[in-house]
């Protein structure tokens, strides 16, 4: 297994405190809660211009500006607390059609509290990610979690 890590100079030190990459099998327990959770950094280094993100009640963003601010608003606006975010599982297919180079099925589980107008609502739950990859990009991700409905 490769694992690096990198910390970058000013000025993007003022915002990003570590880089890391790890290649191989076998990741240990205590780097399995360092996995990303879909937040800017992966939208801008992973996501193609033209993503199209599926979430669980069926809303469909497309372009990577779009996605951006979609995220900007969970993470400004909604999210109250953050308490975990880990990876169960995490496995890589062959696109069956070859419209993708391959496709990612990533297990995770969640657990914060968001803000919906009035209301405060916990959120402990599992989250099933999608993504499909080309030319070493994520070119669709579809996110599949219990939805809450708000009215």
């Given at each position: 297994?490769l694992?690096?890590?990198y910390?970058?100079?000013?000025p993007?030190?003022?915002?990003?405190e570590?880089?890391?990459?790890?290649e191989?099998?076998?990741?240990?327990?205590?780097q399995s809660?360092?996995?990303?959770?879909?937040?800017?950094?992966?939208?801008?280094?992973?996501?193609a211009?033209?993503i199209?993100?599926?979430?669980?009640d069926?809303?469909?963003?497309?372009?990577?500006?779009?996605c951006?601010?979609?995220?900007?608003?969970?993470?400004?606006?909604?999210?109250?607390?953050?308490?975990e975010?880990r990876?169960?599982?995490?496995?890589?297919?062959?696109?069956?059609?070859?419209?993708?180079?391959?496709?990612v099925?990533?297990?995770?589980y969640?657990?914060?509290?968001?803000?919906?107008?009035?209301?405060?609502?916990?959120?402990?739950?599992?989250?099933?990610?999608?993504g499909?990859w080309?030319?070493g990009?994520?070119?669709?991700e579809?996110?599949?979690?219990?939805v809450?409905?708000?009215?």
């Amino acid at each position: 297994m490769l694992y690096q890590t990198y910390q970058p100079r000013s000025p993007l030190s003022q915002f990003v405190e570590l880089l890391w990459s790890r290649e191989g099998e076998n990741l240990p327990k205590t780097q399995s809660r360092l996995l990303p959770i879909g937040s800017m950094e992966l939208v801008i280094n992973l996501y193609a211009e033209d993503i199209v993100m599926i979430e669980g009640d069926g809303t469909v963003t497309t372009g990577k500006e779009a996605c951006r601010q979609g995220r900007a608003i969970f993470f400004d606006k909604m999210l109250v607390e953050f308490r975990e975010s880990r990876s169960i599982d995490q496995n890589i297919a062959v696109s069956a059609d070859r419209t993708y180079d391959f496709v990612v099925v990533s297990n995770w589980y969640n657990d914060f509290t968001i803000r919906y107008g009035d209301r405060i609502i916990d959120n402990k739950s599992n989250q099933l990610s999608i993504g499909y990859w080309k030319d070493g990009l994520v070119v669709k991700e579809s996110y599949n979690y219990p939805v809450i409905l708000m009215t």
